[in-house]
C-alpha cells in the first residue's frame, strides 16, 4: 500500500532530478539525495508533507548518497564524481536548518563512491566505489571529528 508518493520531474520542492539515495533520521525524517538538483530534500515519514531542503553543501556536485551516524550528530554524504566524502553537522530535533559541513575525506581521483551506509553498531562507514571497483571499511577513531581529515 503506498502512503504517499513524490516523484515528478524538476527542480522545485518535492520534484527531483536524479533521487539518488534515502535514508531516516531518529525523529522518522526521510532525508532523500537529490543529485541532479545539487541538494537533499527532507519529508515527513508519515504525511510525505516536504519539509524543506538543504542546497548551501552543493555548489560543484549534488549528494549521491546520504546516512546518520548512529549517535544522530552527523551526516555522512557521498559525492560521486568528486570522489569526496562529507561529514555534516545533523540539525537540531525539529529543524532542518543548514548544511554544515565539518570535515571531509578526499578519496582518490576516479575512485568514485556511489553508495554508502554506517553501522549502527561501530560507526564504520562502508563506502562502495563504482571508479575504483572496489568497497572501503573507514573506522571511526575517538569520534567522527577526529576521524575524518579536513
Known amino acids: 500500500m503506498v502512503l504517499w508518493l513524490h516523484g515528478e520531474r524538476g527542480t522545485g520542492p518535492a520534484k527531483f532530478n536524479i533521487p539518488h539515495s534515502v535514508t ?10 537529490d543529485r541532479g538538483n545539487k541538494r537533499i530534500q527532507v519529508f515527513d515519514k508519515d504525511t510525505g508533507e516536504w519539509l524543506g531542503a538543504w542546497d548551501n ?16 550528530k552527523y551526516v555522512i ?3 560521486l564524481n568528486l570522489s569526496r566524502l562529507l561529514l555534516v553537522a545533523a540539525p537540531p530535533v525539529g529543524s532542518i ?20 551506509d554506517v553501522s549502527g553498531k561501530t560507526g564504520a562507514i562502508y ?17 567522527y571529528f577526529l576521524s575524518f581529515g579536513s
Request: include cysteine.
Open 57 to 72: 553543501c552543493f555548489t560543484e556536485e549534488g549528494p549521491s548518497s546520504v546516512r546518520f551516524t548512529p549517535d544522530g
Open 127 to 143: 563506502v562502495a566505489e563504482i571508479g575504483a571497483k572496489q568497497v572501503q571499511k573507514y573506522v571511526p577513531m575517538n569520534s
Open 77 to 79: 554524504i557521498g559525492q
Open 24 to 33: 531516516v533520521d531518529s525523529t522518522d525524517r526521510v532525508w532523500v539525495a
Open 97 to 116: 536548518g543548514n548544511c554544515s559541513v565539518i570535515s571531509t575525506i578526499q578519496l582518490a581521483d576516479q575512485v568514485l563512491p556511489h553508495l554508502l
